[in-house]
């Protein structure tokens, strides 16, 4: 019924930029604060950013000044526009959305703790 939808993910060298995309798809009325998790190999999974829906963000110090975070409400999107990449930041990047409302079968439903499947980021020294 809802599903997280990510993109963007690849390989790029160090100092180099990508840019992530995530789309919340279904019969959606709101969503929630947006957000972008990463998880790197042998690495528990740590908070990247997040945005609210009147676009209020904060950071991860590890990303702060490199990474910018946005969201097209009309389009229920999150983006991670990334530079100045380092090898540090290889992981596999998570889109998450705290909550979302919507319809099935004419009825509104509310859910919690959306996770997307995840994108691979690689940045090569």
């Known amino acids: 019924q809802v599903q997280l939808v990510e993109s963007g993910g690849g390989l790029v060298q160090t100092g180099g930029s990508l840019r992530l995309s995530c789309q919340v798809s279904?019969?959606?009325?709101?969503?929630?604060?947006m957000g972008w998790y990463r998880q790197a190999p042998d690495k528990a999974r740590e908070f990247v950013a997040r945005?609210?829906?009147?676009?209020?963000?904060n950071y991860a110090d590890s990303v702060k000044g490199r990474f910018t975070i946005s969201r097209d409400n009309a389009n229920d999107t999150v983006y991670l526009q990334m530079n100045s990449l380092k090898p540090a930041d290889t992981a596999v990047y998570y889109c998450?959305?705290?909550?979302?409302?919507?319809?099935?079968?004419?009825?509104?439903?509310?859910?919690?703790?959306?996770w997307g499947k995840g994108t691979l980021v690689t940045v090569s020294s």
């Open positions: 998450n959305v705290d909550k979302i409302k919507y319809i099935v079968g004419g009825y509104d439903f509310w859910g919690a703790d959306y």
């Open positions: 945005i609210t829906s009147s676009g209020d963000s």
């Open positions: 279904g019969s959606i009325l709101n969503v929630g604060i």
